[in-house]
């Protein structure tokens, strides 16, 4: 019940939801203590409005956000609150005292010192919003970038604001219960004094000494960076803070790029959420902004999303299009037709050209080149996989299996996602498989995002992992080495505290002062990847190698699952074909009940997997080709899969990125240069000739041969 109650009102744990219920019962019980009247309780509940207030703006609830969409948002329960202890004082006979009127006086002088405090804070915010957002870009050797305003004086400025009438609430509230003023209007004179300061303390930074400079300058100090630094290929996206991870896909492959890259992105949401990376980064919103800017050394643009703001840089003739996307499957994303608005599309392996090909969206043959996927490096094969890491085959106890579903989509297909259908299912089979295996559960990062009915699901998945990798600690079987697992906890807090060190930022800036200051340590950039690759090591020694886990978050990455795992259960999606990279034994589910045949026919990836029905009763073979290599009838199919899905082992796929980007840069140089012989052709002809036709010579006349 409690689970349905944080989902109805979009709050994100118990607490948040408990602070929420105080909150909005506080007030009616504030009126009801004024009417009783009853100092000690409307100074209770009181406390309970102020302190489950503060909690929930802390939190950044969405219930909290929405309140003002009803008439109740955060001024006017502040408001009201002070109108009831107003109410509480007429109660109490105190009308005709000098604390009653004085009360009134400070509230209706303090909400007068709310129009400069809000009209400052969004002063101060305009003035520092700058056109463009960069990381890794040099602007502070060219523009004037001040320091931010004490991030104490802007973050939640309005209810750091209102807040200050704390002091003259509690004031009045002693003057109730004592009859001695002197509580009251020290109480408002500390209200007004502190509202007064905060005022003030905000002026200096609307001077034009603590501001940026305007956007016409801004924007031209960008150009004169990209005139010095003649960026070649550009990475560019559009998206959501949520498809954040679209673009950190790509961040180390750009970082190792022959050509001098640059990214660019289109909202600062995603900057926010963007991977570090040495490679330089212009966030431009603006339309208008993005069209003027000079791209004009930039022979090669790739595209990781099909979106509409593409078209604000498709526009550019000098460099060549290039859809790369954010992945690799048979999904129906993976064929748009809006990829044929590109020069090129650029596909892992023989399987998307044929994609194309059979989708018949409109991209030619010749338009499309394959060229591996670089980001697929790290996942190592079997054989690869270093003795002793916790549930790898190498240790001889227990398998590890990951279950990595994809999530519901925009729509209610049932073949999108097996959680729905399928998953508690591959679960409860999988902790409960003879002989036992360890499972991994990552969910997408989407999961539950659109779907109520998949976020439910999701949560009885968790619960089902947590209370079988319970009863599996209490299994003397699957002790391991306690010393060596403190050992490896102690190591990771280390080594989290140092790229904590590393990566922590300031609190201090905005987005301006990070602009200015965004310029990445290289050596603790080689560092941190350095840290995170041992941190992943310690991860998996810190916990019984046959424990259960439920693994959300950033870290460990998918990438290091495979690489623990002996095999894998998922959906349709490019992680699929991601994994397939491994070599390794995978399951996928037919949620929508294709039956097998038609399921491998319409989806390349799963020609060599184990298919599950939703009732998974298929998991046998997988957990047997496991157990037994001998018994694995479908190795062959999937070296011969992953050729065809992926490319060829050599040379390595970012040999091949780097190929196709010089090829294609050479056809932009080529295509400009034919332009530009052309315009001075054009411009060498006579004046009335039209371009392209030969003028005439002696002899001639309007073209014709003059008889003699």
């Not at 009838?633 to 190929?659: C, H, M, V, W």
């Not at 530009?676 to 000739?689: K, M, R, V, Y």
Request: glycine residues 6%; proline residues 5%; charged residues 20%.
């Amino acid at each position: 019940m409690i689970s349905t109650a944080i989902r109805v009102a979009r709050v994100g744990s118990a607490a948040e939801l408990a602070a929420a219920a105080l909150m909005m019962l506080g007030f009616p019980c504030l009126m009801l203590a004024a009417l009783l009247p009853s100092v000690g309780a409307f100074a209770a509940a009181a406390a309970v409005t102020y302190l489950a207030d503060h909690y929930l703006h802390r939190r950044g609830s969405y219930l909290v956000n929405r309140l003002s969409k009803v008439r109740a948002g955060l001024s006017i329960r502040f408001l009201v609150r002070q109108l009831l202890l107003v109410l509480l004082l007429a109660r109490l006979d105190l009308s005709n005292s000098m604390v009653f009127y004085a009360a009134i006086a400070c509230f209706l002088a303090f909400y007068g010192f709310q129009a400069p405090h809000s009209a400052l804070v969004t002063l101060i915010r305009l003035r520092r919003k700058m056109p463009v957002a960069t990381r890794n870009v040099d602007l502070a050797s060219r523009v004037r970038i001040p320091d931010a305003p004490p991030r104490r004086l802007l973050n939640r400025a309005a209810e750091k604001m209102l807040h200050l009438d704390l002091v003259a609430v509690a004031g009045v509230l002693v003057t109730a219960a004592t009859d001695t003023n002197v509580y009251g209007f020290a109480g408002i004179a500390v209200t007004l004094g502190l509202a007064f300061l905060y005022v003030v303390a905000l002026v200096p930074y609307i001077r034009a000494g603590k501001t940026p400079p305007n956007a016409e300058k801004v924007l031209a100090a960008v150009d004169g960076w990209l005139r010095e630094y003649r960026p070649e290929t550009v990475l560019y996206f559009s998206g959501s803070k949520d498809s954040a991870y679209q673009v950190n896909m790509w961040l180390e492959t750009m970082e190792q790029l022959d050509t001098r890259p640059l990214i660019i992105l289109r909202e600062r949401a995603v900057l926010d959420r963007m991977a570090p990376t040495t490679v330089p980064v212009i966030c431009v919103p603006g339309g208008v902004h993005l069209m003027n800017m000079d791209v004009s050394t930039v022979r090669v643009a790739l595209y990781a999303a099909n979106v509409g703001k593409n078209i604000h840089l498709l526009r550019v003739p000098t460099m060549k299009h290039v859809f790369i996307g954010h992945g690799d499957s048979d999904k129906l994303a993976s064929v748009n037709p809006f990829s044929k608005a590109y020069d090129e599309v650029w596909t892992a392996g023989r399987a998307g050209r044929d994609r194309y090909a059979i989708a018949d969206v409109g991209v030619r043959d010749d338009d499309i080149a394959e060229v591996g996927r670089p980001q697929l490096a790290p996942i190592r094969t079997r054989q690869e996989a270093p003795d002793g890491l916790p549930g790898a085959a190498a240790d001889g106890r227990c398998p590890t299996i990951l279950y990595a579903p994809t999530w519901e989509g925009w729509d209610d297909n049932p073949g999108n996602t097996s959680i729905l259908l399928a998953g508690e299912n591959i679960v409860r089979r999988l902790v409960q498989a003879d002989p036992p295996v360890r499972v991994l559960y990552k969910p997408h990062p989407f999961t539950g995002t659109r779907s109520a009915q998949a976020k439910a699901v999701h949560e009885r998945i968790v619960a089902l992992v947590a209370k079988a990798a319970a009863e599996r600690a209490a299994d003397p079987r699957f002790t391991g080495d306690a010393a060596a697992r403190s050992a490896a906890v102690a190591e990771l807090a280390r080594i989290a505290a140092r790229i904590e060190r590393l990566t922590g930022v300031t609190e201090s800036g905005d987005e301006a002062e990070a602009t200015r200051d965004g310029m990445v340590d290289t050596a603790a950039h080689a560092e941190v990847a350095r840290l995170r690759a041992e941190w992943n090591d310690a991860y998996w020694r810190s916990f019984p190698g046959a424990e259960h886990r439920v693994i959300t978050g950033a870290e460990p990455r998918l990438y290091d699952c495979f690489n623990v795992s002996d095999a894998m259960v998922s959906d349709i999606s490019s992680v699929v074909s991601d994994f397939i990279a491994s070599g390794k034994p995978y399951a996928v589910t037919d949620s929508a009940e294709l039956g097998a045949e038609e399921f491998k026919r319409q989806n390349t990836a799963v020609r060599a997997a184990v298919i599950l029905s939703n009732s998974a009763a298929e998991l046998d073979e997988l957990l047997a080709g496991v157990a037994d290599p001998s018994a694995d009838t479908l190795a062959t199919d999937r070296r011969e899969l992953k050729r065809y899905l992926l490319g060829p082992d050599e040379p390595a796929s970012i040999d091949q990125f780097n190929g196709a980007v010089r090829d294609l840069a050479k056809k932009a140089r080529v295509r400009n240069q034919g332009q530009e012989a052309a315009a001075s052709s054009a411009a060498a002809e006579p004046t009335g000739a039209v371009p392209g036709q030969r003028a005439a010579t002696a002899g001639e006349t309007g073209g014709a041969a003059v008889k003699g």
